[in-house]
Each structure stands twice: as structure tokens, then as C-alpha cells.
């Protein structure tokens, strides 16, 4: 991939990625309130809900606190930039790592033990979808020979084919990533959760506006993540990879629906067997057919 | 037109309520009514609330939870009062732990009578807020400095 194909991969990221990721949280809460036998919002609710949050008196609990959300945000879409410019696959996961870590000091921060319980439990996520996530690297370099976006994409072999162990236990983590029920420890869209808002308590008005949008550009980017499975130098696939990853979308949801919210130990063992079996199983076969 | 009416959030909290006007609270939120139709999601955060709904009369032990929860919510922000004891202290008027209605604790701007208050009701009543909500965020625009001043004279 040249630059100018970088440069217009980060300019279609950084326009396009808030309004598709909005687009696309207004279209999961229509289908999450028809699969509850509700009427729904309409699809640009979230927009609403962050224009709103921009008008509402700011409000914060200490300085440092806005400081560390803004860093969560650039990190997500630098991220993000990095992935759709074709980076590094390493740099990528350690850049999005570095963004986590900067929303759980920003609730940290505010020493309030709702966000403070919060804080811990994404330290509990994130330690449990960290492995899978590398293990999925390391396939992606196993099979293609190369960390770098641009050359997976542009490769001969389609991911998936000799990837699909890794591919599920990636589709079993994204869960976690995109705070999805039974794994939306930390925070939660839904009322009437034992710790509901979590992580963001004490973030209100433009700081949350903030992180609102810095979701809708990592929900992207994750999804970005599914298409890497499904796209290869073939015309076609890129069809194939958006149709997949609005289907996986769609069993994210379902998932959400339909399960109640688990315990962090859970969690953090399910996810850690899941990327043994599936992940590492995968990566040992890769290694011994290639 | 301001976003704020278009995406209402808010914190539910029972005063020393029977229970009657909470169920029907949350029977909003049920697939009869479905009040989410409007962009109103249940919080369980008063920093991310914009509507105020209490149940029941204040009595003397939660006066500073009341008073901390409408503290904590940002502006433009309403408060409806849920069921006549929220109103007015209803029954249980007379009681010695009652002070009695919300709003000899916290302003409030919308008051929904009944016992319990029914969910059309009460819908109606959050309707009504947003129009108040709505006046709320034009005198933010309009008088920021006269809202500094009072804040600076509240602080003196």
C-alpha cells in the first residue's frame, strides 16, 4: 500500500468511522428493542444523545481527568488511523492497549468507588482478551509472513481458511470489546445492572460526549479487525468481508440479548480457555502445515 | 431546537414510596409502553440524568440523599414529582419522619398526582418536563452571565 492510499484510508477513517459507528449503535439498539418486543428509538438516537451530552453543563470531579479522556480518545483514533493506513499489526494492538489504559486512569482519577470498581474490572477484561488478541497477530504473521495490514490484505490465501479457530476465538472476545452482555462488566448500556454505568460514573456532558465517540471509532476499527479474516487480493472479497462483519455485528447483539451478566472469573477463564483451544490449537497446526 | 428534549436520561429514585408508583415507573420502560420510543433511557446515574423522577415523600433520613442526587445532575436538568406523596406527602402527610412533599426539600417543576400515579400519567408528566427542560437550555444561552454572577454571589 502506497501513501496515497494511506492517506486516503485515514481520511475515510476519520470522517466516515463516526458516523458509520453511530449509524451502527442506533441500528443494534433498534434490533435490541425488537428483540424485546419494543418499538425502539429511532436509528439517530445516539447522535441525539451526543449532542445532548455537548450542551449539558461540564461538569468534572478533577482536572486531570478531561486530560485522560481526550488521551483515550486520540489513542483510540490513531488506532484506528493506524489499521485503516495499513500499519503495523504489534503497533496496532499496543496503541488500542495504551487507549484502555488511559480511559481506566482517567476513572481512576476520580477516586469514586463506583468508577474505581469499574476501573478494575476493564483491568480484569482487558487481561482477558489480551491473549487472543496476539495470538490473532501471531496468525496473521504465521500465515502471511508480515505484521503489516497492507500485506495481509493484499495477500494471495483468505485468513479464514486457515484461521477459523483463531476467527472464533477472536468473534468470542469482540464481545468483551464491544461491552457486550454477558461480558459488559466494567460498564454497561443497559439499566438495572448490579454496577451499571462503571467505568464512565463519573464522566458527564462533553467528557462522556467524548468517550461516546471514541467508542463508535473503536466499534469500527474492531470491526475492521473481523474484515482482516476475510479479505485478500480477490475483487469480491471485500463484499464478502463487509457482509461478514455486519453479520457478526448482528450475533453480538443476539448474544447481548440473550445472556445475563457474568462474573468477572468467569470471564477472564472463559476467554482464557477459548483462546488455548481455539487460538493456540490453531496456531499449532498452522505452524506444522506451513 | 435543542437536542436536550430529544434524548431525555433519567434517575429514578423512591423517596419512602409504597412501591405502587415505582412498578409503574418501570412499566414505562416495559414493551407496553416503551418509553425509550423517545430516547428516554433509565441511567441509575445522576451524573448522566437530565430528568429527576421521585417516588414517595422525603422523610427526615433521605433529605441529603434527595438533595445530593439533584446536586450531582448537570444543567439543564427537571424534577418530576411521581404519585401524591411525592406531591404532597399524601397519607402519609401527618407522620412525624415526614417533611412531606419533594419540593419542600428540592425545586420541583413537574407534579404528577394519583396513587398510584398510572404510566400514561406519567409519560405525560416527563413530557410536560421537557418543554420546561427546553426553556431551561435557552436561558443557559441566554444568560450566561447572570448565571455566573448568582454563582459568584452564592459563593460570597
Known sequence: MNLTTSIIGIAAYLILAPIAGGLLAGIDRKISARMQ???????????????????????????????????????????GCLFFAGGDLLLIIFSLTLASIFLVIAAFSSNSP???????????????????????????????????????????????????????????????KLRKSPFDLSMSHHGHQELVKGLTTEFSGKTMAVIEIAHWYENIFLLGFVYLFFANSLAWSPVLAVVVCLATYFLEILIDNSYARMKWQFAINASWIVAITFGFVNLLVLYFIS | MSYVTKSPWIIHYDGSSCN?????????????????????????????????????????????????????????????????????????????????????????????????????????????????????????????????????????
Open chain 2, 20 to 156: 405502587g408508583c415505582d412498578i409503574e415507573v418501570l412499566a414505562c420502560l416495559t414493551p407496553m409502553y416503551d418509553v425509550e420510543r423517545f430516547g428516554i433511557i433509565n441511567t441509575g446515574n445522576p451524573k448522566h440524568a437530565d430528568i429527576f423522577l421521585v417516588t414517595g415523600s422525603v422523610n427526615e433520613q433521605n433529605i441529603t440523599v434527595v438533595k445530593l442526587i439533584y446536586e450531582q445532575m448537570p444543567e439543564p436538568k427537571v424534577v418530576v414529582a411521581i404519585g401524591i406523596c411525592a406531591t404532597s406527602g399524601g397519607i402519609f402527610k401527618e407522620c412525624y419522619n415526614i417533611m412531606g412533599g419533594i419540593d419542600t426539600v428540592i425545586p420541583v417543576d413537574v407534579y404528577v398526582p394519583g396513587c398510584a400515579a398510572r404510566p400514561e400519567a406519567i409519560i405525560d408528566g416527563v413530557v410536560k418536563g421537557l418543554g420546561v427542560l427546553a426553556e431551561k437550555r435557552a436561558a443557559m444561552d441566554q444568560k450566561p452571565a447572570v448565571a455566573a454572577e448568582v454563582k459568584e454571589k452564592e459563593e460570597a
Open chain 1, 37 to 79: 418486543g419494543r418499538f425502539g428509538p429511532p436509528i439517530l438516537q445516539p447522535f441525539y444523545d451526543f449532542f445532548k451530552l455537548l450542551e449539558k453543563e461540564p461538569i468534572t470531579v478533577n482536572r486531570v481527568q478531561d486530560f485522560y479522556v481526550m488521551c483515550f480518545f486520540i489513542f483510540i483514533v490513531i488506532t
Open chain 1, 114 to 176: 463506583y468508577a474505581q470498581i469499574g476501573a478494575e474490572r476493564e483491568l480484569l477484561q482487558m487481561m482477558a482478551y489480551e491473549p487472543m488478541v496476539l495470538i490473532t497477530a501471531v496468525g496473521f504473521y504465521i500465515l502471511n509472513g508480515s505484521f503489516n495490514i497492507s500485506d495481509i490484505v493484499s495477500s494471495q490465501v483468505m485468513g479464514i481458511q486457515y484461521l477459523p479457530g483463531i476467527f472464533i476465538g477472536f468473534v468470542y472476545i469482540l464481545t468483551i
